[in-house]
């Protein structure tokens, strides 16, 4: 008997209003993080890996509605908590690093105060003693002279220190479940491993569960043990990292692998993905949202609706929306 | 190759924490940041230069005053022959040349109007700068919308609601509509995932073989810079650290910088992490710092004490190749 996931996404869908229409935005999104783990969520550009994020933490934008579904966290089903439960909880038992990071600062308050207001707010720290933690914090994501650069303001900070001053927001009340969306886009590798290690590290030592989007499936492959794959608002693939990489089931995360730079690959070796994302707004979306883009579709492929396949394997089970998956060597 | 960018002693100074009225008083005085410190650079007609280093380097703020829309505190910008660092930013925005330098934002949010659609953001340089083209503007959008693949359909919403890559797309678009000689590109593909990264890279090569234009490509993948840069410039805190070819930079790297960050790029295969080069110790303070101090001093894991009492000077390491440390050996 194994102990239930701290977060568990089930058949979650979210539709946004729009003029033009409903944007289907999520289909039944499924996943589930354990303690102390990373999962990597990756895929396009608009497959909806932050709306994700953002039904998580209840901060969809009012044009946003979730349909249907279940987000559990620790045993509560958050969809169903109120807006002042989900406010506590929100910093102090999971956390987010926004996407947009310069935006997601407050630009008129430095950032030594800004950390120092979450620590008021959920850890009743003042004074000094905030600043002496928001000092560390801010060392802690590898900002040079962390003392003098409490005082400076997020326009005076470059991208990515902008970035990790979010990292030191996010992880200063010791939340239980990160959400980083995009977290390193704008760091260099070395700052980059830095920040991961320090994130591996709190999942270790606190059991500190962690959601990484990112498009950056090396990064994913490093760090991440279970890679969640996301197409136009479907998972279509959810798989132990080792496995996803030696032999990906979907046809799309065979191209999303393709599309990867790598040491020795030239530009010319390098396919796009062909195609874009269907409108999400289309009334006769198929249950296949891939289908246009796939050149192994055929005739089963366009039922109405897909169910994903599950197998089991030792490290845990994968999931594939198609039904025809590549079948790779590691079965 | 003629320059068509020729930089020299480029310094870009900012004054930080600005003390009260009493802190003044007791005699505090604000710091100095040395953002940017002494740097030559060139570009030549057709070429693409890569720039990267650590977070918080300098390298956006280089790129600012390049593309002249900052200035510099100190130092001289020769663009296609003429003096343009002396031509204050304000004015330069109407200048004649302001057409020739365009540039990428890091922050795709940051730099699109909330209130404009996508249309009206690509439209509006052509607008604003080549009146003559006016007639035409709905076609030339369209253009440029399938030249960065952006769906005609994303084209009538505004920036929040598209996705992080779709406003990059249409940040790219938007600087390309002039035709530039000159594109200064702040991490133009951090926040695309891999496949719309192919599409924008063979754009961007294609671009430059096609109108012979230029880039200074600041970036953090170093993938990335293997496919598109003819030659790299490696920057660490403000300075010039090591500058040549893909091939020198990738293959023979002389500063200890540079071999650090080359051991931390992501391997990209699950479970196997990269030997990185561990930069430990403290780094210095890009505020008055000791002008005879190798900036790099305290990580290195080779520094003499000569690093600390004389700063290293660019020297010859190859053909093109140039390093800025004591210890480094030409090839
Ligand atoms: N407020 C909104 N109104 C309408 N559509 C929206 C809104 N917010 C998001 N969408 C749409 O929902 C889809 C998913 O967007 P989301 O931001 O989750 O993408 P993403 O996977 O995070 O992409 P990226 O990697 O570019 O950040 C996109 O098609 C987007 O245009
Ligand atoms: N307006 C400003 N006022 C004060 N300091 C500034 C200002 N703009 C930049 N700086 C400082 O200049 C230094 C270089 O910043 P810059 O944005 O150029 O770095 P960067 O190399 O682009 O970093 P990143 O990779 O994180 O984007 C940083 O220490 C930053 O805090
Ligand atoms: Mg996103
Ligand atoms: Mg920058």
């Given at each position: 008997?194994?102990?239930?996931?701290?977060?568990?996404?089930?058949?979650l869908s979210v539709t946004f209003r729009t003029?033009?229409?409903?944007v289907?935005a999520l289909?039944?999104v499924?996943?589930?993080?354990?303690?102390?783990?990373?999962?990597?969520?990756?895929?396009?550009?608009?497959?909806g890996k932050s709306v994700t994020a953002q039904a998580i933490m209840g901060i969809l934008d009012p044009a946003g509605r979730v349909e249907?579904g279940?987000v559990?966290?620790?045993?509560?089903?958050l969809l169903?908590?109120?807006a002042?439960?989900l406010?506590?909880?929100r910093?102090?038992?999971?956390?987010m690093?926004f996407?947009?990071?310069?935006?997601?600062?407050?630009?008129?308050?430095?950032?030594?105060?800004?950390?120092?207001?979450?620590?008021?707010?959920?850890?009743?720290?003042?004074?000094?003693?905030?600043?002496?933690?928001?000092?560390?914090?801010?060392?802690?994501?590898?900002?040079?002279?962390?003392?003098?650069?409490?005082?400076?303001?997020?326009?005076?900070?470059?991208?990515?220190?902008?970035?990790?001053?979010?990292?030191?927001?996010?992880?200063?009340?010791?939340?239980?479940?990160?959400i980083?969306?995009?977290?390193?886009?704008?760091?260099?590798?070395?700052?980059?491993?830095?920040?991961?290690?320090?994130?591996?590290?709190?999942?270790?030592?606190?059991?500190?569960?962690?959601?990484?989007?990112?498009?950056?499936?090396?990064?994913?492959?490093?760090?991440?043990?279970?890679?969640?794959?996301?197409?136009?608002g479907?998972?279509?693939?959810?798989?132990?990292?080792?496995?996803?990489?030696?032999?990906?089931?979907?046809?799309?995360?065979?191209?999303?692998?393709?599309?990867?730079?790598?040491?020795?690959?030239?530009?010319?070796?390098?396919?796009?993905?062909?195609?874009?994302?269907?409108?999400?707004?289309?009334?006769?979306?198929?249950?296949?949202?891939?289908?246009?883009?796939?050149?192994?579709?055929?005739?089963?492929?366009?039922?109405?609706?897909?169910?994903?396949?599950?197998?089991?394997?030792?490290?845990?089970?994968?999931?594939?929306?198609?039904?025809?998956?590549?079948?790779?060597?590691?079965? | 190759?003629?320059?068509?960018?020729?930089?020299?002693?480029?310094?870009?100074?900012?004054?930080?924490?600005?003390?009260?009225?009493?802190?003044?008083?007791?005699?505090?005085?604000?710091?100095?940041?040395?953002?940017?410190?002494?740097?030559?650079?060139?570009?030549?007609?057709?070429?693409?230069?890569?720039?990267?280093?650590?977070?918080?380097?300098?390298?956006?703020?280089?790129?600012?005053?390049?593309?002249?829309?900052?200035?510099?505190?100190?130092?001289?910008?020769?663009?296609?022959?003429?003096?343009?660092?002396?031509?204050?930013?304000?004015?330069?925005?109407?200048?004649?040349?302001?057409?020739?330098?365009?540039?990428?934002?890091?922050?795709?949010?940051?730099?699109?109007?909330?209130?404009?659609?996508?249309?009206?953001?690509?439209?509006?340089?052509?607008?604003?700068?080549?009146?003559?083209?006016?007639?035409?503007?709905?076609?030339?959008?369209?253009?440029?919308?399938?030249?960065?693949?952006?769906?005609?359909?994303?084209?009538?919403?505004?920036?929040h609601q598209?996705?992080?890559?779709?406003?990059?797309?249409?940040?790219?678009?938007?600087?390309?509509?002039?035709?530039?000689?000159?594109?200064?590109?702040?991490?133009?593909?951090?926040?695309?995932?891999?496949?719309?990264?192919?599409?924008?890279?063979?754009?961007?090569?294609?671009?430059?073989?096609?109108?012979?234009?230029?880039?200074?490509?600041?970036?953090?993948?170093?993938?990335?810079?293997?496919?598109?840069?003819?030659?790299?410039?490696?920057?660490?805190?403000?300075?010039?650290?090591?500058?040549?070819?893909?091939?020198?930079?990738?293959?023979?790297?002389?500063?200890?910088?540079?071999?650090?960050?080359?051991?931390?790029?992501?391997?990209?295969?699950?479970?196997?992490?990269?030997?990185?080069?561990?930069?430990?110790?403290?780094?210095?303070?890009?505020?008055?710092?000791?002008?005879?101090?190798?900036?790099?001093?305290?990580?290195?894991?080779?520094?003499?004490?000569?690093?600390?009492?004389?700063?290293?000077?660019?020297?010859?390491?190859?053909?093109?190749?140039?390093?800025?440390?004591?210890?480094?050996?030409?090839?």
């Amino acid at each position: 008997m194994t102990a239930p996931p701290l977060l568990a996404v089930g058949d979650l869908s979210v539709t946004f209003r729009t003029r033009a229409g409903p944007v289907k935005a999520l289909e039944r999104v499924s996943f589930a993080v354990d303690k102390g783990e990373t999962i990597a969520i990756v895929g396009e550009s608009g497959s909806g890996k932050s709306v994700t994020a953002q039904a998580i933490m209840g901060i969809l934008d009012p044009a946003g509605r979730v349909e249907a579904g279940r987000v559990y966290f620790a045993g509560l089903d958050l969809l169903r908590a109120s807006a002042s439960e989900l406010a506590d909880m929100r910093g102090r038992e999971f956390a987010m690093i926004f996407q947009n990071p310069r935006g997601a600062l407050n630009p008129i308050r430095t950032v030594g105060d800004q950390i120092a207001d979450v620590l008021a707010r959920h850890e009743h720290l003042k004074g000094a003693a905030a600043r002496d933690r928001a000092m560390e914090m801010l060392a802690l994501v590898k900002i040079t002279d962390p003392r003098r650069r409490l005082d400076a303001y997020p326009f005076e900070l470059s991208g990515g220190m902008c970035q990790r001053v979010m990292i030191a927001l996010a992880l200063a009340c010791r939340p239980a479940l990160l959400i980083a969306d995009e977290p390193t886009t704008g760091l260099d590798v070395t700052t980059q491993a830095a920040i991961m290690d320090l994130i591996g590290e709190l999942g270790r030592s606190r059991g500190m569960a962690t959601v990484l989007i990112t498009h950056d499936l090396g990064l994913a492959a490093e760090h991440c043990g279970r890679i969640v794959v996301m197409h136009a608002g479907h998972v279509v693939e959810d798989a132990p990292a080792a496995q996803l990489f030696a032999a990906p089931r979907h046809p799309y995360t065979a191209k999303l692998l393709a599309a990867t730079p790598r040491p020795g690959r030239h530009l010319e070796d390098l396919e796009a993905i062909p195609g874009g994302l269907p409108d999400l707004r289309r009334a006769d979306l198929p249950g296949c949202r891939f289908l246009e883009r796939c050149d192994r579709a055929g005739e089963p492929c366009r039922a109405p609706a897909l169910d994903a396949i599950v197998t089991p394997s030792p490290d845990g089970e994968r999931r594939v929306l198609c039904v025809r998956p590549l079948m790779g060597l590691a079965a | 190759m003629t320059a068509l960018l020729d930089v020299a002693g480029l310094c870009r100074r900012f004054t930080v924490g600005q003390p009260g009225p009493i802190e003044r008083l007791r005699g505090k005085r604000p710091g100095v940041l040395h953002a940017v410190d002494a740097v030559d650079l060139r570009i030549g007609e057709g070429e693409v230069l890569g720039l990267v280093g650590e977070s918080g380097c300098g390298k956006s703020t280089l790129a600012r005053v390049v593309a002249r829309l900052i200035d510099p505190s100190e130092g001289s910008i020769r663009f296609a022959g003429e003096d343009i660092g002396q031509i204050a930013a304000r004015r330069f925005a109407r200048h004649p040349l302001r057409r020739s330098i365009q540039m990428v934002f890091q922050d795709p949010t940051e730099s699109l109007n909330p209130r404009w659609t996508a249309f009206d953001c690509i439209a509006d340089p052509i607008r604003r700068m080549d009146p003559g083209a006016a007639a035409k503007v709905a076609d030339r959008v369209h253009e440029l919308a399938a030249l960065v693949s952006l769906p005609e359909t994303l084209l009538q919403r505004f920036p929040h609601q598209l996705s992080g890559g779709q406003k990059a797309r249409v940040g790219i678009a938007r600087a390309v509509a002039l035709r530039p000689r000159l594109l200064v590109l702040d991490e133009p593909t951090s926040a695309l995932d891999v496949s719309v990264q192919v599409v924008v890279l063979k754009l961007l090569d294609e671009l430059k073989r096609r109108l012979g234009m230029s880039y200074l490509f600041v970036t953090h993948d170093l993938e990335v810079v293997r496919l598109i840069c003819d030659r790299v410039a490696v920057m660490y805190l403000g300075r010039m650290a090591e500058v040549g070819t893909v091939g020198q930079i990738f293959e023979r790297p002389s500063h200890p910088y540079t071999r650090a960050l080359l051991s931390a790029v992501p391997s990209g295969v699950p479970g196997r992490t990269p030997q990185r080069i561990q930069l430990s110790g403290d780094p210095r303070s890009p505020i008055d710092p000791d002008p005879r101090i190798c900036r790099f001093l305290g990580r290195c894991p080779n520094g003499t004490e000569r690093c600390g009492t004389e700063m290293p000077q660019l020297r010859p390491m190859g053909e093109g190749h140039v390093a800025a440390c004591h210890l480094a050996d030409a090839a």
